[in-house]
Nanobody, 119 residues
Framework: QVHLAESGGDSVQAGGSLRLSCAASGIRFSINVMGWYRQAPGKQRELVATIISGATTNYADSVRGRFTISRDSAKNTVYLQMDSLKPEDTAVYYC?????????????WGQGTQVTVSS
């Protein structure tokens, strides 16, 4: 049974910080990419940040310089350190894990954790 357990969502004031965690379990094949996406009310889900199995990272322009993604590959855990939070960062944040085998890509999602930033 695949399970992505997210934690760390909360309500904070603008300028504050939060750290999200996501631990993946039950995934059969090696995880190549882990990342965070978010979805604000009335908007589509969007990429926040990803990290490839080594240390290559990718960030949305809106969070670059404020958010830092990191990964503990041995624990299949990904973190998102969010600093200088803005009200526009308010969204449900979803963890994603991606693996591949024999030409087939597998995407797994967490249940989401709410981040609310007040001005």
């Amino acid at each position: 049974q695949v399970h992505l357990a997210e934690s760390g969502g909360d309500s904070v004031q603008a300028g504050g910080s939060l750290r999200l965690s996501c631990a993946a379990s039950g995934i059969r094949f090696s995880i190549n990419v882990m990342g965070w996406y978010r979805q604000a009310p009335g908007k589509q889900r969007e990429l926040v940040a990803t990290i490839i199995s080594g240390a290559t990272t990718n960030y949305a322009d809106s969070v670059r310089g404020r958010f830092t993604i990191s990964r503990d590959s041995a624990k299949n855990t990904v973190y998102l350190q969010m600093d200088s939070l803005k009200p526009e960062d308010t969204a449900v944040y979803y963890c994603n894990a991606r693996s591949a085998y024999a030409g087939t890509r597998y995407d797994y999602w967490g249940q989401g954790t709410q981040v609310t930033v007040s001005s």
